[in-house]
């Protein structure tokens, strides 16, 4: 079983900049890729980011240029840096960890932007 702890949410104005962290309970980017996703109140859950286990890094159209995904293995975290952030980047951020056989998800952290 695979714990993760996301942190590093809060409020901050338009253009502002935030890092997000997932934190798992052990060495697991050899066998897991990770991802990032967001939901807004009312709306359905989006795919923000993900990191294969090979490092490939991919993220949505509406964040490209803005958000990076990236990993620390000697941590056993993976990072989320947003920066630009927009009123509609507002949603509580989970990290997610798979594999073909398990899915593992954090509790989740808020994002709030407002000026």
């Known amino acids: 079983q695979v714990q993760l702890v996301e942190s590093g949410g809060g409020l901050v104005q338009p253009g502002g900049s935030l890092r997000l962290s997932c934190a798992a309970s052990?060495?697991?980017?050899?066998?897991?890729?990770v991802a990032w996703y967001r939901q807004a109140p009312e709306k359905q859950r989006e795919l923000v980011a993900k990191?294969?286990?090979?490092?490939?890094?991919t993220v949505a159209d509406s964040v490209k240029g803005r958000f990076t995904i990236y990993r620390d293995s000697d941590k056993n975290t993976v990072y989320l840096q947003m920066h630009n952030l927009k009123l509609e980047d507002t949603a509580v951020y989970h990290c997610?960890?798979?594999?073909?056989?398990?899915?593992?998800w954090g509790q989740g952290t808020q994002v709030t932007v407002s000026s």
């Open positions: 997610n960890l798979y594999s073909d056989d398990e899915d593992y």
């Open positions: 052990g060495s697991v980017f050899s066998i897991y890729a």
């Open positions: 990191l294969t286990m090979g490092g490939y890094a």
